[in-house]
């Protein structure tokens, strides 16, 4: 089984390669995605003609697409442009008019995230999380500005607080093992490692995916590789 390739790194670049894994997929996933390509019901996101249930909108909804779409809108424009500050303020500005629009935010936080603007990416996720019905991401994206502002402990705080929204977001769970492999904190690690694995999910991928973390922690901690073992085979197992 192979490494996941960020995780081959010494501790003192785990994180740095964490981070960069995470926005890279974010801006490759994101990058063509209108600012309406959430999982809303009716919602066609970039496509002009407005979803046939758009009849069944409320003209608080309506108002709420068009706001959203007139600044991610200006927001491309700007960006073209090369005016990178007035065209975050758009982006940031069409994320706040749809704070539910998962697709959007994420891609809003990533932008924000790599302009070194963390402060004001975890400022906006933190409003946004705040609202019950808000995915389990927003917390751990959360997590990422945290940490890139150097705050671990509350990075730490941000990911669990993921967990217990979702036991299965995986980006929670590896920015976590990330942390404490940083840190050096190996007793952390293993017990974080085994928690992850006694998780209820039968999701495959989330399976196969633990089952890689626990085997690149052994890998860096050779003495542990004998307790993995067994647990990797029982989370293939259950994945199979």
């Known amino acids: 089984m192979n490494f996941p390739r960020w995780m081959d790194a010494s501790r003192a670049g785990w994180w740095g390669l964490a981070v960069g894994g995470v926005l890279a997929l974010s801006w490759t996933g994101c990058r063509s995605a209108g600012p309406g390509t959430a999982d809303r019901p009716g919602d066609a996101g970039g496509q ?8 069944d909108w409320s003209p608080e909804q309506m108002e709420e697409r068009a706001r959203r779409h007139a600044h991610f ?5 700007t960006e073209l442009q090369n005016e990178p ?8 500005a069409a994320a706040e008019a749809d704070p539910l629009n998962e697709t ?16 004001r990416a975890e400022a906006l996720l933190a409003k946004a999380a705040r609202n019950p019905d808000a995915p ?12 890139q502002q150097g705050k671990t402990d509350e990075a730490i705080q941000a990911n669990r607080d993921a967990l217990r929204r979702n036991p299965a977001l995986l980006m929670a769970w590896q920015h976590l093992v990330a942390i404490y492999s940083e ?7 293993f017990a974080l490692l085994t928690e992850a694995a006694s998780q209820t999910s039968q999701d495959p991928n989330y399976l196969v995916t633990i089952a890689d973390l626990h085997l690149a922690a052994a890998h860096l901690h050779p003495t542990r590789l004998d307790s993995v073992k067994p647990r990797c085979r029982e989370l293939l197992d259950r994945a199979a």
């Open 183 to 189: 840190r050096q904190q190996t007793d952390e690690l």
């Open 136 to 147: 389990a991401s927003y917390l751990s994206w959360r997590a990422l500005a945290l940490q």
């Open 73 to 77: 809108a200006a927001g491309v424009l």
């Open 85 to 92: 500050a007035a065209s975050l303020d758009h982006f940031v």
């Open 48 to 55: 002009q003609d407005a979803p046939p249930e758009a009849r």
């Open 104 to 119: 959007l935010m994420l891609q809003v936080a990533g932008r924000l995230l790599r302009a070194q603007a963390a402060e």
